[in-house]
């Protein structure tokens, strides 16, 4: 009896020890943003930041969030064919992707993302374990593209430095796509290497089951189960280009929202290089996945694009308040469609769909 009590006693200081921590930590994050947003702020006239902001280009802002729409649109389409059931349609997984968005703009380091595998498991009852394993596989995914995209960024911006020809540039390109294609086409392969090094290496300090680093083993054990899944459903090829898709149109989106902001100032297209600004943005989104991700992103996400912006040869008061206008479109944007999506989701008509439902409760796949 003592030491049932004195592990709850264990117990309950570690639960209050760890909210501690965690209330900490918010309120850390919190303060940070506060500080980025208060400094950024010093550095410009507000005035101009609500003038550029409401004097957009509006040819240029509509056709972005037209293509950013559009990305979503394939990240639905991705996610579906990886579920790979009828329970779930394209409009469902398009307003389940708008309502993982819209938290994932919200929340710091990318948490949002669990919005993803809750309205999955409760409002369209999948196991636990589906909503889990086809997100893990889209992360995988979209860090591989996206470290590839950031790298052909910086050859491109390199080359363009030292007038080297077009056709190198789109053979380096080609290239990186081609090596990012392999590295995901071989990826179960590069994962099994890993987690035998990986699997030594626990047996070698003999890690505990419950520690961190041994449910990193798990998970990536269940990645690569999922992979190969994935692999014999003959549905590689769609998750893939759906991946590269998703994220061109989603950075080309965040291009022609710059040129919007920046094209009352008397910047053209031929002003602004397509792989500078991709750098920039991908700066700003590497931001969000951060601990130190503010709330909404404010202040660590203008910083981050600022940053970038003023080392790839912008002024200082034109990367604050293109930063600034650019993340604010995104956010309102972003917000309202997954506000949007909520309120139809939780609706009364919505629940055409219960016949549906109620056969997968009574078949569950």
Sequence with gaps: MESNAEGRQGNNKRNKRQIFFRVLNLFVVVCFGAFLVY????????????????????????????????????????K?????????GMGDMFLVAMIRNAFNMVLPARTGELSYIYVLTRRFM??????????????????????????????????NAYAISSISVIAVAVVLLAISLLILFYLSNIIDLALIVYRKLLMRFKVAEEKLIFKIYKKLLDINVNLRLIKAKKIYWKVYLSSIATRVLKFTSYYLIIHAILSPMGYTFSDLNYWVILLATIAAEISAVLPTHALAGFGT????????????????????????????VVLLFTVILGIIAMIIISM???????????????NPS
């Design 39 to 78: 400094y950024l702020l010093k550095q410009v006239n507000i005035a101009d930041i609500r003038q550029a902001f409401l004097g957009m280009y509006k040819p240029t802002l509509i056709g972005a969030l037209a293509i950013m729409l559009l990305s979503n649109l394939f990240r639905a389409y991705r």
């Design 80 to 88: 579906k064919i990886l579920v790979g059931s009828d329970r779930i």
């Design 126 to 159: 999948f196991p636990l374990e589906i909503g889990v394993s086809t997100l893990m596989v889209v992360l995988m995914f979209d860090l591989v593209i996206v470290f590839s995209l950031i790298l052909i960024s910086i050859i491109i911006v390199g080359i």
């Design 301 to 328: 996400y203008e910083g981050a694009f600022a940053l970038a912006f003023i080392i790839l040869g912008f002024t200082q008061e034109i990367s604050i308040i293109v930063g600034f206008s650019y993340h604010l």
């Design 348 to 362: 009364p008509f919505y629940r055409i769909k219960k016949e549906r439902l109620k056969n997968a409760q009574d």
